[in-house]
C-alpha cells in the first residue's frame, strides 16, 4: 500500500499555485478532488489513505488556474488540463508528485 501528496508551483509567478483543483482518478472513478492551498498542496488527498498498487491519474486544471490569475491565454488555452498518469508498485511507500507549470509547459517527477 502506499499514500500520495502533491504540491503545484506556477512558474509564471514562482510562487505556489493557490486555488488550482486537483482531481485524482482510478480508471473512471474520482478518488478525490479538491483545492491547492496557500502552499499549493491538497493536504486533504493523504486522507484518501493507503491506495492499492495499480494506474493512477492526477488532473490538474491549469487553465481555469491561469485565467483565474489574469494570466492572458489563448482560447481555447493551449494546456487545459494537465493528465498526470503514474504507476504505484506494492509496497511503494509515500508517493509526492509536483507540478511545475506555466501557460504552455509544465514538468513533473517523482518526489519523496
Known amino acids: 500500500m502506499s499514500t500520495l501528496s502533491s504540491h ?10 493557490v486555488g488550482m483543483v486537483v482531481t485524482l482518478w482510478r480508471g473512471d472513478t474520482i478518488l478525490f478532488s479538491g483545492v491547492t492551498n496557500e502552499d499549493g498542496r491538497c493536504p ?6 493507503d491506495m492499492e498498487a495499480g494506474s493512477y491519474r492526477l488532473e490538474f486544471s ?5 485565467k483565474a490569475q489574469g494570466v492572458s491565454l489563448t482560447e481555447p488555452p493551449f494546456l487545459d488540463r494537465v493528465p498526470l498518469v503514474f504507476g504505484l508498485a506494492e509496497g511503494s511507500g509515500h508517493c509526492h508528485v509536483p507540478l511545475l507549470v506555466s501557460p504552455y509547459g509544465f514538468s513533473t517527477y517523482r518526489g519523496s
Not at 44 to 49: D, N, V
Not at 62 to 66: N, Q, T
Open 8 to 17: 503545484v508551483l506556477d512558474l509564471v509567478s514562482g510562487c505556489p499555485a
Open 44 to 49: 486533504a488527498l493523504k486522507e484518501i489513505g
Open 62 to 66: 491549469v487553465g481555469a488556474y491561469f
